[in-house]
């Protein structure tokens, strides 16, 4: 019984066995057994037995078989959505035994299998787009595995191996990819950009509107045409500024979002961002603007309203919000308008703290003596060797100033200073030397050294010591021992000239300024002009001839006399420095000395009627007796009367009168025919000698020599002169104009005498 049932058992066993073995030996073996694969790139991989890869790729794949017997099958592709066929197809349908399916997969062999060793080969595969029809072809493509087919007896089937192939619609980088070159493109572009929007936002913010209405109203030409073409844009203040500041939020955020991205870490963005910002969007437009921020303004008002443009759907609202609610310009201070008035009602009262604190604090402390000096080589100096004469009296009341420094040798050595006082009860004819009156009155020299402030030496004048100081230095340049090198002058009106910023004239200043850090207007000319050299070799004094001693108040009142007085010496035609040759020279300044006992002799006359002369006479001092006409009329005349004043400038056949009721203007003797003659005029007087006479003899030749001289040392549009106190002559009228006038007006009548 058990023997049976042990012999049932084993035979069923043998049955189960042969039967297993019938059914799996009798399918015909696969010829691929499996793929991998080769030298993987790019986007293609291979991971879990799954092979992804994008659309265009092309890749290659090997393939692995036994008992080939030399020869591989052909092989395609076919998909199966959803992974409906697995690692084997079990009882899902088999993609590859229809035509469409391999035919429309996105794998496609483009080249058969290559055998390069005994049980593997190549195949190359291309990633094509799907052909799939219908809306949502792409996606569904996306989840399509596609299995490995083989054509094996004459019928298509899957390989039956687990690997699968799919598209790769992950490109392994994120939407909002940039690359790196454009990241540095934006950051470069972006940093200007932010300067730019601040260089507006300062150059056109930092005024507010009443600074922009006094540069209007009170500034330069050019200042004025920039604040006009500011004014429009600066009355939308807020506007404008919220716009500006909107903007350059939104770019300073963009720039460190592109920082991040670029550098990767937050700490390296953050910093790498601020100095960046702080450095060209800040510190530059600030620098820029401080200096020529307002000549910049009116080149950037279109690129304002670009920016209002722009932001107008949050600017405007946001402005007029700001409009209404603050009822005030945001892009002003309301402390700057305080203290700006506080400023206006204290520098009215002088006495305020705030204004000597500024004074004190300000260019007082700030500047030294040596800014504000004048030169050693500008100051009026006279050395102590002259004599207090005329002449050197002359120059200093010219020169305008009240202290005058004196010097032994070289001007760097001062040793006395002249106060114009002094000079009081000197007698110009006593010619009292310098050293006399210094000694006599000692006033004590004030030594400053270069660095000494200004507050420091307004101080020392406060005392009364002394209104000006020799400023000298300790120079220690070069071998030898140091020593005290004087560098110029201060004195007081200096010091309060740099307080009040503005030159204080007095009524020397008006003709003449010695000082070169102060030119005068350009309407202030030189009494003669200095790019012609002068020609007064022809009133050079005859070599042995006696002069006549005339004094030089004499001179001067002779000299003003016959400029005011004779047409035909005023400064339109003959120039004051030649007339004061003239009047110098020994032949022109003569004397007639009288013998009573001789009353009638030929010495005595002058002029004598019908006999030419050549000659005009002036009598300075001395009386004379004019007998005139047929008549015989007789009287006499004293000092400061004229005669033959036709005697220069009319031919011959005129006669005139020595007293004239008009004064008719000059001909012009160069254009008389007879001009050098010596016998032009013929007198119908007499004039005879009554005293010891001084009298002006100047002749024809001597008197067109002047106009000669005077017309070499005028340019050929000499400006005009007028009289100014403390001061002889300034050009005035153009000759040229005036021959012009004359020549109308031109009357054979001329003047002859004036008593």
């Known amino acids: 019984m058990v023997a049976s049932l042990a012999g049932l058992r084993l035979l069923l066993m043998i049955l189960l066995f042969c039967g297993i073995r019938y059914g799996d030996c009798g399918r015909e073996a696969p010829p691929v057994l499996g793929l991998r694969l080769e030298a993987p790139t790019g986007l293609v991989c291979m991971k879990d037995r799954i092979i992804s890869a994008p659309e265009g790729a092309t890749f290659e794949l090997r393939l692995f078989g036994t008992e080939l017997n030399g020869s591989w099958p052909l092989v395609a592709f076919a998909g199966a959505s959803g992974g409906a066929a697995g690692a084997a197809v079990g009882d899902a349908p088999d993609p590859c035994v ?24 190549l195949i190359t595969v291309e990633v094509r787009r799907s052909v799939s029809a219908g809306e949502n072809a792409a996606s569904s493509e996306q989840q399509t595995y596609h299995h490995l ?12 191996i687990p690997d699968r192939l799919r598209i790769n619609t992950d490109t392994g980088l994120p939407a909002d990819y940039i690359p790196p070159w454009a990241l540095a493109v934006l950051v470069v572009v972006l940093l200007p950009v932010c300067a730019l929007l601040r260089t507006v936002n300062l150059s056109l913010l930092w005024l507010d509107p009443v600074e922009l209405y006094v540069l209007h109203s009170c500034g330069s030409e050019e200042e004025k045409r920039a604040a006009k073409r500011l004014e429009p844009i600066r009355r939308r203040g807020n506007f404008l500024t919220c716009s500006l500041l909107f903007l350059t939020a939104v770019g300073h955020s963009a720039l460190g979002v592109l920082l991040y991205r670029a550098l990767g870490t937050i700490v390296s963005a953050v910093f790498t961002s601020g100095f960046l910002v702080f450095f060209v969007a800040e ?42 609610a603050l009822r005030r310009d945001i892009s002003t201070c309301g402390i700057r308008e305080r203290a700006m008035e506080m400023i ?48 050197t009296m002359s120059d200093i009341m010219q020169s305008g100033y009240t202290r005058v420094p004196i010097y032994e040798e070289e001007r760097s050595n001062i040793v006395e200073i002249l106060y114009v006082k002094d000079l009081a009860l000197v007698d110009p004819d006593d010619s009292t030397p310098m050293t006399t009156i210094t000694k006599f009155y000692n006033h004590p020299l004030h030594y400053v050294f270069n660095d000494t402030k200004l507050d420091a030496m307004l101080e020392e004048f406060k005392k009364g010591n002394s209104h000006m100081a020799i400023v000298q230095k300790v120079n220690n340049e070069g071998e030898g021992d140091p020593f005290y090198e004087v560098l110029g002058l201060v004195t007081l009106e200096d010091v309060i000239e740099e307080i009040i910023k503005s030159e204080i004239l007095d009524e020397s200043d008006g003709y003449l300024d010695r000082k070169v850090k102060r030119p005068l207007a350009p309407l202030e000319i030189p009494l003669e002009p200095r790019s012609v050299p002068e020609e007064f070799s022809i009133f050079k004094p005859p070599e042995g001839e006696p002069k006549i001693r005339t004094s030089p108040q004499l001179l001067l009142a002779t000299h003003r006399f016959l400029s005011r007085e004779v047409a035909h010496f005023s400064p339109g035609r003959m120039s004051e420095k030649v007339l004061f040759h003239l009047l110098r020279h ?44 047929k008549e015989g009329l007789k009287f006499e005349n004293g000092a400061f009367t004229y ?90 009228n153009d000759r040229n104009s005036q021959q012009g006038g004359s020549s109308a007006q031109e009357s054979s009548t001329e003047e002859e005498a004036h008593g």
């Open 98 to 121: 229809h035509e469409h399916n391999r035919q429309r997969s996105c794998f496609q062999v483009t080249r058969g299998v290559t055998p390069d060793e005994k049980y593997s080969g």
């Open 586 to 629: 020994p032949s022109v300044n003569q004397e007639v000395h009288f013998d009573p006992s001789n009353r009638l002799s030929p010495a005595h006359y002058l002029y004598t009627r019908n006999h030419p002369v050549d000659y005009f006479i002036l009598l300075l001092q001395g009386r004379v007796e004019v007998e005139i006409g």
């Open 344 to 391: 206006r009602t204290s520098v009215n009262d002088p006495y305020s703290e705030f204004v000597k604190e500024e004074f004190s604090r300000g260019m007082l402390r700030s500047k030294t003596v040596e800014d504000i000096l004048t030169p050693l080589k500008d100051c009026f100096m006279l050395p102590s060797s002259v004599v207090l004469d005329f002449s």
């Open 149 to 160: 087919c083989v054509l094996s007896g004459g019928k298509w089937a899957s390989a039956g």
């Open 643 to 732: 005669y033959g004043v036709s005697a220069l400038t009319l031919p011959s056949s005129v006669h005139q009168s020595p007293v004239s009721t008009q004064c008719q203007s000059p001909r012009d003797p160069f254009e008389s025919a007879d001009a050098t003659s010596p016998s032009s005029y013929c007198p119908d007087y007499t004039v005879r000698a009554l005293t010891d006479l001084q009298l002006i003899r100047v002749t024809r030749l001597q008197y067109l020599n002047a106009l000669m001289a005077s017309r070499v040392g005028q340019s050929p549009d000499p400006p005009e002169i007028k009289i100014l106190p403390n001061s002889q002559t300034k050009l005035l």
């Open 283 to 324: 510190l530059a437009p600030h620098v820029l603007c401080s200096g020529y921020g307002f000549q910049l303004a009116p080149a950037l008002t279109w690129l304002a309203q670009v920016c209002l443009v722009l932001t107008c759907p949050l600017s405007c609202p946001l402005g007029l919000f700001l409009d209404l």
